[in-house]
């Protein structure tokens, strides 16, 4: 090898330095590995974190995440971890955010994998994409998810406490003793907006029972593979809860569509 091949790959004083983690040349801008790099860009790649310290930086904003979803992600190919001499899986921070924007979609948004994967491609081969979201720092703790009280849940809905407190006593809000999670929000907005057209909530709870049952369906075919034991199968179990949500949602909404322009 020559000299200037050597260069390229050593250090000034002949050590090693990694490839994601090379300083950028003032002159000729951004490394091409960087560039190249999927998303998020400009955020350590050094695998630096174990398994635990993965589920520590991401456990209080998704309280399920656990070895074996992190280790179905992998099997995805949503996630690359580096595998050590002896076989363990580390993780950089840019994995992490990665993970975060992962979970977050299946959350929020009930997006399935398969959707998600095309999504972080298309943000993976667009560097300067406008829609990219903002990577927040892994080893920087999530906050913890707020729990909403009936005035709270009205201010950010726009309706009043008392609308809250009725979509409470018809059960269409989900209640932890006397205070609310996220999702009463949006639920309490949806409401409200109905109860513009006369729509009471009452006259909700018919879509709360269908829902339920949904979800009991939805238990009954994950429910073998949350009892396995195998490593991923709790991962894919959540997957193929949250892909089936996202499927019935979808269904629901075209037989109202077609159920609507029937009405002429």
Same mark, same amino acid.
């Given at each position: 090898m020559t000299s200037g091949a050597a260069r390229d790959h050593h250090g000034v004083h002949g050590t090693s330095v990694p490839r994601h983690d090379r300083a950028q040349d003032t002159e000729h801008g951004p490394d091409q590995d960087d560039l190249d790099a999927p998303? *998020?860009?400009?955020?350590? +790649? !050094?695998?630096? @974190?174990?398994?635990? /310290?993965?589920? &520590?930086?991401?456990?209080?904003?998704?309280?399920?995440?656990? $070895?074996?979803?992190?280790?179905?992600?992998?099997?995805?190919?949503?996630?690359? *971890?580096? &595998?050590?001499?002896?076989g363990y899986r580390q993780y950089s921070q840019a994995d992490v955010e990665r993970l975060r924007f992962v979970l977050t979609e299946q959350r929020d948004s009930y997006m399935p994998l398969k959707v998600i994967k095309e999504r972080l491609a298309t943000m993976d081969a667009d560097p300067d994409s406008a829609e990219h979201p903002a990577p927040r720092l892994a080893g920087v703790a999530?906050?913890?998810?707020?729990?909403?009280?009936?005035?709270?849940?009205?201010?950010?809905?726009?309706?009043? /406490?008392?609308?809250?407190?009725?979509?409470?006593? %018809?059960?269409?809000? *989900? %209640?932890?003793?006397?205070?609310?999670?996220?999702? %009463? =929000?949006?639920?309490?907005?949806?409401?409200?907006a109905l109860a513009e057209f006369g729509i009471e909530p009452?006259?909700?709870?018919?879509? +709360?029972?269908?829902?339920?049952? !949904?979800?009991?369906?939805? /238990?009954?075919? =994950?429910?073998?593979?949350?009892? !396995?034991q195998a490593s991923a199968a709790h991962g894919r179990a959540a997957s @193929?809860?949250? /892909? @089936?949500?996202?499927?019935?949602?979808?269904? $629901?909404?075209?037989?109202?569509?077609?159920g609507i322009d029937d009405l002429g």
């Open positions: 998303w *998020p860009r400009g955020i350590s +790649r !050094q695998a630096t @974190m174990r398994i635990s /310290d993965v589920l &520590r930086a991401l456990g209080t904003e998704f309280p399920s995440v656990s $070895h074996s979803k992190l280790r179905f992600l992998e099997e995805q190919g949503l996630i690359e *971890p580096v &595998r050590t001499p002896s999530a906050p913890a998810r707020r729990r909403w009280t009936a005035q709270s849940v009205a201010e950010a809905a726009g309706v009043t /406490d008392e609308f809250v407190q009725d979509l409470a006593r %018809a059960g269409l809000l *989900p %209640a932890s003793g006397s205070t609310f999670g996220s999702g %009463a =929000v949006e639920v309490a907005r949806i409401a409200g009452r006259h909700l709870r018919s879509f +709360r029972t269908s829902a339920d049952r !949904q979800v009991a369906l939805v /238990d009954q075919v =994950v429910a073998p593979l949350r009892s !396995q @193929m809860a949250s /892909d @089936m949500g996202e499927l019935f949602t979808r269904l $629901h909404a075209a037989w109202v569509r077609q």
